[in-house]
């Protein structure tokens, strides 16, 4: 197969030898640019999705109630008040048809939680009064009902805040609208760009063949024949170049996943490269390809038309 193969792509199978003119390199390394291109930005739109997918699963749905150590003047509410808040509260989502999944948060885990911005240093952490954090997950985004527990939480401990993250999760959402839309755009642009040019190539080369073609179509050749003539030649040009172009991207997306840009960070983008990302991409060269040689065919038949 391979065999027969190399024969049908070979130059001896050319009739006119549209190999031996300048262009050939020059269309063969715009293709490979062009598909390098299409399948690091497909990679990286992979990688946006999983990562809202990631998002969506960790806030979508989710809720906590922060209930503050100190009161409004800046005293610290005693302990026993602290701990009379903290099980009211927790009655009161207990009792509550939008809530489940109940969590009180360790005190230490909240220290955590302010390490990022007061660092390591355990006696600032010791002095801080630490508020009480109880996470649950909510069973409607209903703004309505929410507020509505909002303002019995707040009967209970004034300074209490219930925070459900959908505002923030929203506008990360419209971020990711922002960039798919802009990737959708440079795909777009590097698609049509494909388009024109392998037209311009085809149209190259059949006016530097213009007289050899007028000939043959005297001599009776048909449009068929000249066609398979310059399909044979954009297969041999764009298959390689296609495929070419795929696994060059395939190598810098395996290293920058190993060294650079791989985040052990569940909700940032890994741009991890796996094998379900190599199956998909590989629509990538082939649509390409696809389209390569659909354009080559629709420009000599459209010049076809115009010879006598």
Known sequence: MIQALRQIFSPKSYVLPLHKKSGSLQLFILIILMTLLAVIISSIHLSLFKTVDNWRSLIEYQASIEIPALQEDGAVISQAQNTQNQKRVIDLLENSAIAHDISLMDQNAVSNLLKPWLGQDSQILDSLEMPIIINFKVTSDDNASLEQLAERIKKITPRARLQTHQNWLDKFLDIMRGVHSLGVLILSITLATTIFVISGAVRARMSIYKEELYLLHIMGATDQFILKQFVLYLSRISIPACFSGYLIAVMILSLLSL????????????????QDQFLMLLIVPVVICSIALFIGCRTVL???????
């Open 259 to 274: 060294t650079l840009l791989k985040a052990d960070i569940e909700f940032l983008p890994s741009f991890t490269f796996d």
């Open 302 to 308: 459209s010049e076809m038309r115009k010879m006598p």
